[in-house]
């Protein structure tokens, strides 16, 4: 038996065993599809695409979320196949795993490792702002000592406490259970859907033509840099398979889910985007709330409120999504002995994994609190294409070297779908500044020495 075989025969066994004794099997098609909808709507909409807009695409940014959901999309189809094939926790590690060996599987974990962590954080930032505007909205104003980072304002700012609380919250929902958390995020979900699409009815009345005329500011080329830049908005739905050991049926489930919340929220950035757009001059929407600007230009005034509030709510799904993602994520990597198994301990009354949770939550916490939201954001997005390059290619490494195992959803197309997918994530990380990919060298290099430092050493294969 080879080794690919061998592993996905591991694999195998580890779900049976923890479908029984570990993680608890409660999510449907409809629960991963919303918790996909969470994840990806949210800062995407509520804040990037104004400020994309503003400063890369114009009211081309439509086309940037065009060029950045094709990519999704292709690395989509490569994901689904790989989550029915080898539906455990872990995502983009797992399937790096079982196709490209353990070297390759700890670099893209402890890629998302960094890539969970930082959209986490970021994302509990914005969550921050918008409630320090809906507070002050109602003539509620907390000091600027408790509202922002040191890092940020060492003048005025000591910790962003607002950001440090949900985070702690939150994870203590995603400890008491997966099954609470996917009823609290169906709730969020409902509610932000609802905004939105009032609000691209009530804009849509109100478009003035003219502030499309110059469509393409900053030429074909800011169209993709936009792209790349707001790729962060799309990593919800490479969410959803980190929860495939908690699918009910996961080779059904996982596919629908992935490919599901990617086509209902694609449409949604789109159509947000146009009316964005459309309503009010890309100039002005360099603003951390966007969609309350173009609210408040138009004399809808009554909605800005609302619309923070469902930005609130929206970026809470958001935050849930991701900390559960990161925490599984650890759980898979200490499963393989790649990480101390303290990581993938279950707790006795929850089956979650607890410590995971809890040490990802305070991590999180910590960087929210004193980092400002500049420098976490900026490492997001080539973290998600990297990850979604290695995904690509595992599909074409299985089909050559296993074309007999069965798949329960298969990527059409397959070469052509797998190796766009690749030229397409590889072409707008070409497009993220220099200091970037420094900052993401550096962190891999960090990975590197625990992996030999630690990792190997202990790994189960060993």
């Not at 921050?128 to 507070?135: R, T």
């Not at 509030?309 to 200490?334: E, P, W």
Request: aromatic share 10%.
């Amino acid at each position: 038996m080879s080794f690919s075989q061998q592993l996905l025969k591991r694999k195998s066994v580890a779900a049976l065993t923890n479908a029984e004794n570990g993680l608890k099997r409660t999510l449907t098609a409809k629960d991963l599809t919303i918790l996909g909808v969470g994840a990806i709507i949210g800062a995407g909409i509520f804040v990037l695409t104004g400020i994309a807009a503003a400063k890369y695409a114009g009211p081309a940014i439509v086309l940037s979320f065009v060029f950045a959901g094709i990519a999704c999309a292709l690395a989509a189809l490569c994901y689904s196949e790989l989550a029915a094939m080898i539906p455990v926790s872990g995502s983009a590690y797992s399937y790096a795993y079982a196709t490209m060996g353990e070297l390759m599987a700890w670099i893209i974990g402890w890629d998302l490792i960094l890539e969970y962590a930082l959209a986490s954080s970021t994302v509990a930032i914005g969550w921050a702002g918008y409630l320090n505007s809906f507070l002050n909205s109602i003539d509620v104003h907390l000091p600027s000592y408790l509202t922002t980072a040191y890092l940020a304002d060492p003048a005025q700012g000591f910790i962003n406490l607002p950001a440090v609380i949900i985070v702690l919250l939150l994870t203590g929902l995603l400890v008491v259970g997966i099954r609470q958390s996917a009823i609290f995020n169906f709730v969020m979900v409902l509610i932000k859907l609802a905004v939105i699409v009032v609000f691209i009815i009530a804009g849509a009345g109100h478009i003035q033509t003219e502030n499309w005329s110059n469509f393409t500011p900053f030429g074909f080329g800011g169209v993709l840099t936009g792209a790349g830049v707001i790729f962060f908005a799309y990593i919800g739905f490479d969410a959803v398979s980190t929860a495939a050991q908690e699918a009910i049926n996961p080779k059904r489930d996982v596919p629908i889910g992935i490919i599901g919340s990617l086509i209902v929220c694609t449409v949604l950035y789109i159509l947000v985007a146009g009316v964005l757009t459309g309503v009010i001059s890309y100039t002005e929407l360099n603003v951390a709330a966007p969609i309350a600007v173009a609210v408040d230009h138009i004399g809808m005034s009554w909605l800005s409120p609302i619309i923070k509030l469902a930005a609130i709510a929206g970026l809470t799904s958001v935050m849930l999504v991701l900390l559960m993602g990161q925490s599984r994520i650890f759980y898979a990597m200490a499963n393989d002995r790649l990480l101390p198994p303290l990581f993938a301990e279950i707790h006795p009354q929850f089956q979650t994994p607890h410590v995971s949770t809890i040490v990802v939550g305070f991590a999180v916490a910590l960087l929210a609190g004193f980092m400002p939201i500049e420098k976490l954001g900026e490492l997001v997005s080539i973290g998600t294409l990297f990850a979604f390059v290695l995904v690509c290619g595992g599909v074409l490494v299985l089909r050559s070297t296993h074309p007999e195992l069965p798949r329960h959803f298969k990527c059409p197309a397959v070469p052509v779908v797998p190796i766009a997918g690749i030229l397409v994530c590889l072409g707008l990380m070409a497009g993220l500044p220099l200091d970037t990919w420094v900052r993401l060298l550096v962190w891999l290099l960090i990975g590197f020495a625990i992996y030999f430092g630690y990792g190997i050493k202990h790994s189960q294969l060993r």
